[in-house]
């Protein structure tokens, strides 16, 4: 089933490919599903020749030290017979290496444009994809070899920074672990083994791999370890027999190395029994199968998180809007559907289908009787300014029997003080209705995508709102203003006779200016002051919404759709200016849904055909 390998290599290719490994989201839970296998050992351990001869080719960076120094991830790919191998990186992805020196150069210096020419090391990896005719399909993540001690020009922390990236690779339940452990040292003091324990140590998922078989001391063999009597692991030990420093230099190609190889164990008594499962043919079809049939048995979750995926760029798509219109009227359309999406969005707001009307409310019944209540009367109603009030509208001729222009000027200045409540609801209502414009502009997804327009919208709004905010605050007035002009006489009618039934309604000329007199014109109008706040109290409201909310419902954008009829088309266009980032965004999610879908229906097909 190598389809099936390669099926998850493109979906691996289109994670990596399109930015998805490492993104929030479901995006890298997918990566991090897929299975892949991971080269674990220590420094000089003999990774980077046992890749080489799984691949077939020269083309790793060699060195004393840490030559890995970021994660390599290597996929494989088997072509027909007879054709040309060539390589390609993630980050050079037109461009096809032939050459595999230049491959191992590319390395190199892609290692260098990241961490400098240091020994530092970096988790970003490096992702190679490698086709040929002599090759399994297969996917390799070469890792830095593991260290126990920093040397010049490396941090401290190096050792842990090591183990660190390590681990994050094999920790993942759906990593295979292929742990490089040389023949000629104590395999106690394994480093492949020791961090492959840890995380797995019943051994399910590890694959030991013996180097430097033909470098043990005379007189020793590797036996017991290859038959797992030293350390046993669920999957038989591999032993491979790499190139020789020697052979590197004279430029020994790998398939006479390959051939080396197989004639070293059948040719040599101690291994000769074990020859048919060693080396390292033997290791990448044996690892091939392995990774086939732990991708057969995730296939069912692996469509699931192929389809959790597709849907998230579906509805991301779905979010960023579709491209727009190329004529005027499919532009000027759009912008209309586009402004009558937000209307109605601000509408359901005020109607409170969405949050923030009831702070209308708030308002009325909470902010301007707080305000009526506010207001000091008793400073227009103290004992002196009502005796000045009482004598000034005298004049030269005391009042009669009541003190009528007294109490028209007491009465005058208390109500006129109810403008400052008037003023301040019809401002606190224009700000809130402000504050769900701008909800509702950033709840409307198409003006996300089209910032000169959103830029319109707002400012054509907040001119809508203006306008109604002086009307308001003209009719909020003017209810004041109708208070001060016309006294309600009825009020006043039932003050001789509510002083009748237990006061004097009589005082001579001498005590008409006394304080109980005055105190009871106080009491009088501060009543009559309290009714009209009263009946304001509920008819300031009415003329709010009506002045304001109501009209901002009816024609919020009236007037620009008018003014937009007579936009010359350079500036229409200019509406539908997009953010060159959602472009850009819009276009490579649409590259992932395209390759997400491709590989489901490959993937069902596989399926299916279990």
């Not at 398939?255 to 040599?268: D, G, L, V």
């Not at 969005?345 to 949050?355: A, M, N, T, W």
């Not at 002009?485 to 200016?513: A, C, E, M, W």
């Not at 006394?514 to 009209?532: E, P």
């Amino acid at each position: 089933m190598d389809n099936l390998i390669s099926l998850v290599n493109k979906i691996q290719r289109a994670c990596t490919a399109l930015g998805d490994h490492g993104e929030a989201s479901a995006l890298p839970t997918l990566w991090d599903s897929l299975p892949a296998i991971a080269v674990v050992g220590g420094q000089s351990s003999g990774k980077s020749s046992v890749l080489e001869s799984v691949v077939g080719k020269d083309f790793l960076p060699r060195g004393s030290g840490i030559v890995t120094r970021r994660p390599l991830v290597l996929q494989l790919h088997k072509i027909e017979e007879g054709g040309r191998e060539y390589a390609e990186f993630l980050h050079l992805p037109r461009k096809r290496f032939t050459d595999f020196a230049a491959v191992r150069k590319e390395i190199q210096d892609e290692t260098d444009r990241e961490t400098g020419r240091t020994k530092q090391i970096s988790s970003v990896p490096i992702h190679l994809s490698i086709y040929s005719p002599n090759v399994v399909n297969l996917t390799l993540i070469d890792l830095p070899g593991l260290t126990k001690v920093a040397v010049e020009g490396q941090p401290d922390s190096i050792v842990q920074d090591i183990e660190n990236m390590v681990r994050s690779y094999i920790e993942k339940p759906n990593c295979i672990i292929l742990a490089i452990t040389p023949a000629n040292q104590d395999l106690a003091t394994s480093d492949a083994i020791k961090i492959s324990r840890e995380v797995d140590p019943t051994g399910e998922r590890t694959f030991g791999v013996l180097t430097k078989i033909d470098l043990m001391d005379k007189g020793t063999d590797a036996v017991d370890m290859l038959e797992g009597r030293a350390y046993r692991l669920k999957y038989p030990w591999v032993g491979v027999v790499n190139r020789s420093q020697a052979d590197i230099n004279k430029n020994v190609d790998m398939i006479a190395a390959r051939r080396r190889e197989r004639e070293y164990f059948s040719n040599t008594p101690e291994y000769k029994h074990l020859a048919h499962r060693m080396g390292s043919e033997h290791l990448a079809k044996m690892l091939s199968k392995q990774l086939e049939a732990v991708i057969k048995s995730k296939i069912p979750a692996i469509q699931s998180l192929i389809s959790k995926t597709i849907a998230e760029l579906e509805a991301e798509l779905s979010r960023l809007g579709k491209p727009i219109a190329a004529d005027e009227g499919g532009k000027l359309y759009s912008i209309m559907e586009i402004c009558r999406s937000f209307d109605q969005i601000f509408k359901e707001h005020l109607d409170g289908v969405r949050p923030g009307g009831d702070r209308i409310y708030n308002v009325f019944d909470n902010q301007l009787p707080a305000a009526l209540k506010r207001l000091q009367f008793d400073k227009q109603l103290s004992m002196e300014n009502i005796r000045k009030r009482i004598t000034e509208a005298d004049g030269y001729q005391p009042h009669l029997i009541a003190p009528e222009q007294g109490y028209r000027h007491l009465i005058e200045s208390s109500l006129i003080t109810i403008r400052g409540p008037a003023e301040a609801a019809v401002d606190a209502v224009h700000s809130l209705l402000k504050d769900l414009v701008h909800k509702a502009i950033s709840e409307t997804l198409d003006l996300k995508q089209y910032p000169g327009l959103r830029v319109e919208v707002g400012n054509a709004a907040i001119d809508s709102l203006e306008k109604t905010r002086e009307e308001s605050k003209k009719a909020a007035l003017q209810l004041v203003d109708m208070e001060c002009g016309y006294l309600t006489v009825d009020f006043f009618r039932k003050i001789p006779q509510d002083v009748d039934k237990g006061g004097n309604p009589t005082h001579s000329i001498f005590d008409r200016y006394n304080d109980s007199y005055l105190r009871r014109i106080g009491t009088n109008v501060l009543s009559y002051v309290n009714m009209v706040c009263a009946s304001l109290r509920h008819s300031i409201p009415k003329s709010i919404v009506y002045c304001q909310v109501r009209e901002a419902k009816r024609g919020l954008l009236d007037h620009f759709f008018t003014e937009l009829g007579k936009f010359e088309p350079k500036r229409l266009s200019s509406l539908l200016n997009e953010d060159p980032a959602i472009m850009e965004r819009r276009s490579a999610l649409a590259k992932r849904l395209e390759l997400y879908r491709s590989a489901q229906a490959e993937i069902d097909a596989v399926a299916w055909s279990k």
